[in-house]
């Protein structure tokens, strides 16, 4: 009787330890369910391909819509360090520079592609500014109007280059794009010229997303440049200096983008 007492308990703990083990392994795939469905509401999630074979795309359209608002911020210990601004610099023509690197990245790898022309819209005219928050946040109705564009155009895939965003509510609000960020603790200071996107390839016909892939702003430090609190305190040689450095990183964060979304092969172009 003792041992059958002795044998029952060690089966009794066995199970117990096996039904541990089975909670514990759900409780850690919920958990990373969870963490990836997060992330992929913010937009940061890791690429997401649904299948596509590369000899389906022969001609390709893309649309970059990063706009022209330069953020500025200054970040401290405290919420009284905190400043920022905004400005807005057409003359920079990001878009362009990012478009026209995209299509030469997809002419190296031996596809058709151009530039969508989405006149008589402007790259503002696709977002909406939310009134209560002031915030912007994606028109989807003119995203529609993308696929109709691209197809009257020729195009039978579509790469967009779209900010990343974050979810408020009902509505998702997109972040800034690209700026110049000094961090200060204890006296030490760190500065940094960024950039950050969501690039995702579609379809044309279907509308389907065939991959998405984010750009996260590289760790580079720019301490040779000052942060100043006013836009026009920086010099002419200090503006091209700001956008040079955002238009390199860019460029570095299309290149890893592109090599995650396994749709296109080629050498970078110079």
Known sequence: MRRLRHDLGRTVTRLAKRRE???TIRRRSGLSAL?????SALGWSSLQVTVAAPTHISRVGVVSLLGDTFHAEHIGLTA??????DVEVPEWQIDRDVTDY???KLMSSNLSAGSVNVAPNRVKDFYRLWPLQQKRRMDASKFDELFALASAQGYDT?????PTFEPSGLYSFVNNTYGFSERTALGRSNRSAWGSFILRVFD??????LANAAGLPAEKVDNDIEWKSNFESYSAEEKAELRSRI???LRRQIDAAFSETHLFAGPSPR
């Not at 963490?35 to 992330?39: H, I, P, W």
């Not at 009284?80 to 601004?85: D, G, I, V």
């Not at 579509?158 to 779209?162: E, F, G």
């Not at 044309?204 to 997303?209: A, E």
């Open 21 to 23: 083990r089975s909670l």
């Open 35 to 39: 963490a990836s469905l997060m992330l």
């Open 80 to 85: 009284f360090n905190q400043r920022s601004y």
């Open 102 to 104: 995209l299509v030469a």
């Open 158 to 162: 579509l790469v967009v280059m779209i």
């Open 204 to 209: 044309v016909g279907t509308k389907k997303r």
């Open 247 to 249: 238009e390199e990183r």
